[in-house]
């Protein structure tokens, strides 16, 4: 019983003396039975209530004998491992038992011993790893050249020295990672330096100038020049590369620069140009590239002999010359551009005796801004523009301004942008219809190396000087202001005025500074819109000029011919005087000269509101008479004078002064910018256009009935009357109440575009012969206006009033027919 303790020795015997014969059934795994009512557990178990129990509930579990606190020793560099129903000893990893065995049971028997795992096969550390024995483990190590994986501590991989970042070369050679190590070897173009021996750590290099070691292989046709570890070749003064070469390679080849072709534009048939053109041809036959800055001064000279004397070009027809001026310009651009890359870093500006100024800038590609430019202009712009993306010529910037050039340009068109349109229209509230042109500059025609300039990356800032003598003359007067603009070219036409894409920046007595975002030719204008139709003004002035005349007889008339006096006469009379002072007023003061609104402006203004607005009051009492006369057939029962004055003369008067009172609250009203009338602003129009359309409208119902009830009358008076007379009566007489009423104001009320000029035109053309139809209405057609008029012909010729009353007495016989039709001998 080795290993029981004793008093468990004697428990058994004791127990064992009174063991029945029976044995309990229910002992659980791992024990024995006791008796019938007990049992004992195995040893290296136990039971909750202790090693014998009686209860059939309790279990015999192992003891942990390994567990803390530990009963068991196994010494050192080994540990304890528990099993059913007992326990082991083994060494630690990196130990082993002298004797090899797996196990051991007591501490007496540990004979741990170091395990050399570098001894074994195959080995442990793979590839170049080395493999360092320690005390119950290893280490592996990798030679220079390496370093552990991370992934794996047991692989050694290649260390590439020559990352970016960590180049242990120096900056002349380049680092070249071999298998552990790493070489430095010079760059091409590069030569190591004397003693340097080339591949090794410390390797030091130079720059191999290929140019005079003869190495390069540059073309004939250029010129080899050394740079940092290699070499360029560009072609020599007065050459260019070659169509698909570029410059500064070391495949580049060139040509000499040529002077360009330049033929006359088609279908101009001009002896001048003609001469320009031959000696064009001349320059091109004897150019040699040696001579390039003559070539220029020549080529100048003869355009200003061109200029300055153009003889039948100003024959021309305006369409010609517009194109002979664009062939001018788009060739004097292509030429200078190309003869100025015969220059190498070079300047160059030119005055010719004419007055046309060249400055030319040819410099090798840079960065920054350039500012190039003489008397007649100046320009800044960024050098990469100049120079266009990825060119590496010499880059070429000049201006050539000419002033005799306005010559061809006279009388050139204006295309307006459309936002510009727009603003003018708003500010000037009506429509442009183009504008006349004066230069106040010398046409600047710019050009480039870079000619895709239609969309510059960044604008180009011009200050552009103005001819001698044109700050002396009036340059702001209404609707007129400064422009930069451009030559556009069109085509057939040949060209125009166009300001899209530039802007003004500011503006001086004598200079103007502007921006632009693409190139052409340039120069400044001022110009003066026209915000009406002329033909439409000449209409107005003859049409308002004439009313006047027939007006003023209207008033003689109705003021002495006492047979026609009465209320509607009367009527007749004011409605003229309103339209004779409002017309007369019109005519005189309608415009704006200034462009700004003054206290005259503004009395010109309220005084046509009041008296067209007098006007269509009387126009109103016209549609009332009227109506008594023939709906309710109350012949000479319409209001008294004093009514009548009182509401042709005080209603208007009512209106006009609540719209000063608003006018000058709000400090505007009376008066724009272009004519003398109501501003829009704030709806301020409606204090007239309100009034006349509701006057309007109630004459036009008067007129509708009117024409209706002297349908009626008619063949009440004279059934048996022809149709095709009793038409035509009907229709004059519509014809001249659409004048006295006022109803043709309704294409006015219709007209909400005034660039509608269909509608612009009937209105226009109707209204300003209103006086001239009232003068045929109420005195042409009155028979007794008419025996006065031969009265006072008579009269004034010294007949015998008798032969003109015989005269009369015999044509009136004749005429009772027509008498009988008409209800009123006063205007009907």
Not at 372 to 398: C, E, F, I, N, Y
Not at 472 to 478: L, V
Not at 716 to 739: C, G, S, W
Request: charged share 15%; with cysteine.
């Amino acid at each position: 019983m080795m290993g029981v303790p004793s008093h468990h020795v004697l428990t058994m015997v004791s127990i064992s003396t009174s063991v029945p014969t029976a044995c309990a059934r229910w002992c659980p795994l791992n024990s024995s039975c006791v008796n019938s009512t007990a049992c004992r557990c195995n040893l290296g178990f136990s039971a909750s209530s202790g090693e014998v129990f009686t209860s059939p509930s309790d279990s015999c579990d192992d003891i942990n004998e390994c567990a803390p606190p530990t009963t068991v020793s196994c010494g050192k560099n080994a540990d304890c491992q528990n099993t059913e129903g007992g326990y082991h000893c083994t060494c630690v990893p990196g130990y082993e038992l002298a004797s090899g065995a797996p196990i051991f049971r007591n501490e007496n028997e540990n004979t741990c011993q170091d395990v050399d795992e570098c001894q074994q096969k195959p080995k442990i550390c793979k590839s170049r790893g080395i493999c360092i024995n320690t005390q119950g483990s290893y280490t592996c190590q990798c030679p220079p050249g390496f370093k552990l994986n991370p992934r794996d501590p047991k692989l050694c991989t290649d260390v590439n020295e020559c990352t970016p970042g960590s180049n242990p070369c120096h900056n002349s050679t380049h680092c070249f990672n071999l298998v552990g190590r790493y070489e430095c070897r010079c760059r091409p173009g590069w030569k190591p330096i004397p003693g340097s021996p080339n591949g090794p750590n410390n390797t030091i290099c130079e720059d191999k100038d290929e140019c005079s070691s003869g190495e390069h292989k540059c073309h004939n046709s250029t010129i080899c020049t050394n740079t940092v570890g290699s070499y360029a070749c560009h072609c020599r003064r007065g050459w260019v590369p070659k169509p698909g070469f570029q410059n500064k390679k070391n495949t580049t080849v060139c040509e000499e620069v040529s002077f360009p072709t330049w033929t006359p534009p088609p279908g101009i048939k001009s002896q001048s140009l003609s001469l320009f053109f031959e000696r064009v041809q001349n320059m091109r036959r004897d150019f040699k590239a040696d001579l390039t800055q003559k070539t220029m001064k020549d080529l100048i000279v003869s355009l200003d002999d061109l200029l300055k004397t153009p003889g039948d070009l100003e024959a021309l027809n305006l369409s010609s010359r517009h194109q002979t001026a664009t062939s001018l310009l788009t060739g004097l651009e292509e030429i200078l551009r190309t003869l100025g890359k015969a220059f190498s870093n070079d300047s160059f500006t030119f005055y010719s005796p004419g007055g046309t100024v060249l400055s030319l800038v040819v410099q090798e590609p840079g960065s920054g801004n350039i500012t190039v430019g003489q008397s007649h202009a100046r320009m800044l712009l960024d050098w990469a523009v100049a120079a266009g993306a990825g060119k590496s010529d010499p880059t070429v910037v000049g201006i050539l301004s000419i002033p005799n050039m306005q010559k061809l340009l006279s009388n050139s068109s204006l295309d307006l942008d459309l936002e510009k349109k727009a603003k003018l229209e708003e500010c000037y509230e009506s429509s442009v219809h183009g504008a006349q042109l004066r230069l106040l500059s010398a046409v600047n025609s710019v050009f480039l190396s870079n000619t895709n300039t239609d969309k510059l990356d960044s604008p180009v800032t011009f200050a552009f000087s103005h001819l001698p003598g044109t700050q002396e003359q009036k340059e702001h007067g209404p609707r007129e202001e400064r422009i930069c603009a451009f030559w556009k070219h069109d085509g057939s036409n040949g060209g125009h005025w166009a300001t899209s894409g530039c802007r003004i920046l500011g503006n001086g007595n004598d200079s103007t500074t502007c921006q632009c975002n693409h190139l052409s030719s340039f120069a400044i204008l001022v110009a003066h819109y026209n915000v009406e139709d002329p033909k439409l003004a000449l209409i107005t002035k003859v049409g308002l000029s004439l009313s006047l005349v027939c007006l003023l007889l209207c008033i003689l008339t109705f003021l002495l011919v006492r047979p026609i006096q009465g209320s509607r006469t009367t009527v007749h009379l004011h409605l003229c005087i309103c339209l004779f002072v409002g017309s007369a007023i019109f005519l005189a003061g309608i415009e704006n000269e200034g462009g700004q609104v003054g206290l005259r402006c503004s009395l010109v203004a309220g005084l046509l509101h009041y008296w067209f607005l007098a006007a269509f009051c009387w126009m109103s009492l016209e549609g009332m008479e009227l109506y008594f006369l023939v709906v309710r057939v109350f012949q000479g029962q319409g209001l008294r004078k004093r009514w009548l004055c009182l509401i042709g003369y005080g209603v208007p008067l009512v209106i006009v002064v609540i719209s000063a009172i608003f006018a000058a609250t709000y400090k505007e009203g009376y008066g724009n910018a272009l004519y003398c009338w109501l501003s829009h602003k704030h709806g301020f129009h409606w204090s007239f256009q309100g009034p006349v359309t509701f006057i309007v409208l109630c004459n036009a119902v008067i007129f509708v009935t009117t024409v209706w009830k002297l349908t009626q009358k008619f063949s009440e008076i004279n059934p048996d009357i022809k149709k095709l007379k009793k038409a035509r009566v009907l229709t004059i007489t519509a014809i001249a109440q659409l004048f006295v009423l006022g109803c043709t104001w309704v294409f006015g009320l219709l007209l909400f575009d005034p660039r509608s000029w269909v509608l612009s035109y009937i209105f226009t053309i109707l209204n300003c012969l209103q006086g001239f139809f009232l003068f045929l209405l109420y005195c042409l057609l009155n028979k007794k206006v008419r025996e006065e008029y031969r009265k006072w012909a008579c009269m004034v010729t010294r007949n015998k009033y008798s032969e003109f009353a015989t005269t009369t007495s015999a044509s009136s016989s004749s005429h009772s027919q027509t008498r009988a039709l008409r209800p009123s001998q006063s205007g009907m």
